[in-house]
């Protein structure tokens, strides 16, 4: 595991210093501001809102954010190693390949998860310092559920850059699954329901094949249960297993999510002669 930390602590500061990572923290931190001050939800009233509306404002924008920067960042931890030709040197060294990967995985889920933290925290300072109620749990809720999400875009980038000959090619990938995963994946599963005679396990299981879908409806779940804003996928899976249970089979999805495509690197990796 020596191996593992060496290599998670150059990926980290690595991260640490590239410029996009600065630029997601901050952006993060400046729409929860400016979300809440603006009142979103209610732009009749300027001032900083509770941290209950400001997170159901920034939740989408959070879902679009999140995956394009840890599926870019992902898709050039391998691929870039290989472009630079320092893959070569690398493993000539004494430790195993899951051990890079492995490695190269943490650091880039640390270092971006740091960059959420600091986001969300700054911003939350301030609305803490502002608003007239606070409901913390909720704003926490999302933060972890961006993390989650993070670490599951950030392991299909590390596939991506695995599988690729170079760091174009990984983003390429990365950019195709993001725009499939963020914007394309609704209009797929209500085609299939109108064009198949899907039923409600089969509805359930297309749910499960997105990862951006299961940490939205989680969130709303447990932010704000309106049927209109889950959704006709998210009602259903809510009306049929009630929250807990919802809760429960949603959160094994997503923890499936963040554990195959690591595996699944880690194998690709291996079988790769590089």
């Not at 983003?171 to 209500?190: T, Y």
């Amino acid at each position: 595991m020596n191996a593992v930390a060496a290599i998670m602590k150059k990926e980290v500061r690595d991260a640490v210093s590239s410029r996009w990572l600065v630029l997601y923290g901050a952006a993060f931190a400046l729409l929860a501001l400016g979300l809440s001050y603006l009142g979103q939800r209610n732009l009749g009233s300027v001032g900083f809102e509770n941290f209950s509306r400001t997170t159901a404002s920034i939740l989408n924008l959070c879902l679009m954010l999140a995956p394009l920067i840890a599926l870019s960042l992902g898709a050039g931890s391998v691929a870039g190693e290989r472009d630079r030709g320092n893959l070569t040197y690398l493993l000539s060294q004494p430790l195993n390949r899951w051990e890079l990967l492995v490695g190269k995985y943490a650091g880039l889920v640390t270092a971006i998860s740091v960059a959420t933290i600091a986001g969300f925290g700054l911003a939350g300072l301030a609305i803490a310092s502002f608003a007239h109620s606070l409901d913390v749990t909720t704003y926490v809720l999302l933060l972890v559920l961006v993390i989650a999400l993070v670490a599951v875009m950030t392991g299909l980038g590390v596939v991506a850059s695995v599988v690729s000959a170079n760091r174009v090619q990984a983003l390429g990938i990365a950019m195709l699954v993001w725009f499939f995963a963020v914007l394309f994946f609704d209009l797929v599963l209500i085609g299939m329901v109108s064009s198949t005679s899907l039923g409600g396990a089969g509805l359930l299981a297309a749910v499960m094949l997105n990862p951006v879908e299961i940490v939205r409806i989680l969130a709303i779940i447990h932010l704000e249960p309106d049927l209109q804003v889950l959704g006709p996928f998210g009602s259903y899976v809510l009306e049929t297993l009630g929250t807990t249970g919802a809760t429960a089979i949603l959160s094994a999805a997503l923890a499936a999510w963040v554990a195959v495509p690591l595996a699944a690197g880690i194998w690709l990796f291996h079988s790769r002669d590089d």
